[in-house]
């Protein structure tokens, strides 16, 4: 009995240390939880309302300028997906960098964290057009064909191919280039050629090419005197025409019609000495010219062959 009765006193002394070390009244109190080490500024220092206080370090933002001492300033980590590379006295930190932009043709190298920005790289067969270890836009190797690649495409630089086969191409090129510039000049020629062999025909059918005919013309004196001959061979029509091409007057060629309405061979033998009054002496050499250049070859041979037989 006497043994039950010390244990329980043991125990009860036991318990009232343990209640006495465990109160919350005698434990200290606990301070606010701070990211930054008390004791020193370890990221540096900056100054507020003239008070030097202690840099938050990278990968926290500012939360609470110091008040008493340098270091009783208060930081908390960056959020997700927003970091701060070097120790800062921010009160926000920077939104991490996407490499999900589109036609862009990045993908992720390296993810963000809250001291690091993410890193973005180029895709497979692709790269970085503006030179730089930070990319915002990757664009396609180039493909080579049966000459070969000669220096491979690079997260920096694009591919290169082997430039002997590349010269051959430029010379081929040059010389399909050249043959097809040779076609267009010959043809531009024949074009040429052709327009002024139509033109020289079209100006030969106006102008009485020299022939035995311009020749042996006839020059006579009494050409007035084989009028009625020559009227007869011609004609009317012919007459009017000759008479139309010399520049007489419609006026003088419809009085020889009002003077013989019922008579062709007097209107024609009259329109004809009208025009041989007119173009005076040479007549003959003229009128046989205006049949040869008008088409009327046969007629002026008959005009020619008439003239000379009565000669």
């Known amino acids: 009995m006497e043994k039950l009765l010390c244990w329980l006193a043991l125990c009860s002394c036991v318990y009232l240390v343990l209640s006495s070390v465990t109160s919350p009244a005698l434990q200290p109190a606990k301070r606010p939880r701070r990211l930054r080490r008390q004791g020193g500024c370890q990221d540096g220092t900056y100054t507020h309302e003239g008070r030097t206080c202690c840099l938050c370090a990278a990968g926290e933002r500012l939360v609470r300028h110091c008040q008493t ?25 920077q939104p991490c960098t996407s490499c999900d932009h589109p036609n862009a043709n990045l993908m992720l190298a390296e993810p963000c964290t809250r001291a690091q920005d993410a890193k ?11 030179g730089t270890d930070i990319c915002h836009l990757c664009t396609p190797c180039k493909k080579c064909g049966a000459e070969g690649v000669k220096i491979a495409c690079t997260y920096m630089y694009n591919t290169v191919c082997n430039p002997e086969t590349e010269e051959k191409n ?20 024949a074009l040429v050629w052709y327009w002024l062999r139509k033109k020289s025909r079209q100006t030969s059918e106006l102008q009485p090419s020299p022939s035995r005919e311009d020749e042996e013309l006839p020059c006579l004196d009494d050409f007035e005197h084989h009028l009625p001959d020559i009227a007869d061979v011609c004609g009317w029509a012919v007459i009017k025409d000759i008479a139309m091409r010399s520049g007489m007057p ?7 019609q009002l003077d013989y309405p019922n008579n062709s061979r007097e209107q024609t033998l009259q329109l004809l000495r ?38």
Not at 73 to 84: I, P
Not at 250 to 256: F, M, N
């Open 69 to 93: 001492t340098p270091n009783d300033g208060q930081c908390e980590s960056c959020e997700h997906n927003t970091y701060n590379t070097h120790p800062n006295s921010q009160t926000s930190c």
């Open 170 to 189: 430029t010379g081929m090129i040059g010389g399909i280039v050249a043959v097809v510039l040779i076609v267009f000049v010959i043809a531009g020629l």
């Open 120 to 130: 973005c790289q180029c895709k497979m067969d692709h790269y970085c057009t503006s």
């Open 250 to 256: 419609p006026t003088a060629i419809d009085s020889c």
């Open 274 to 311: 009208m025009w041989v009054e007119k173009e005076g002496s040479g007549s003959s050499e003229k009128f046989i010219k205006i049949l040869q250049r008008t088409g009327r070859r046969g007629i002026a041979e008959k005009v020619m062959m008439k003239l000379k037989n009565d000669a």
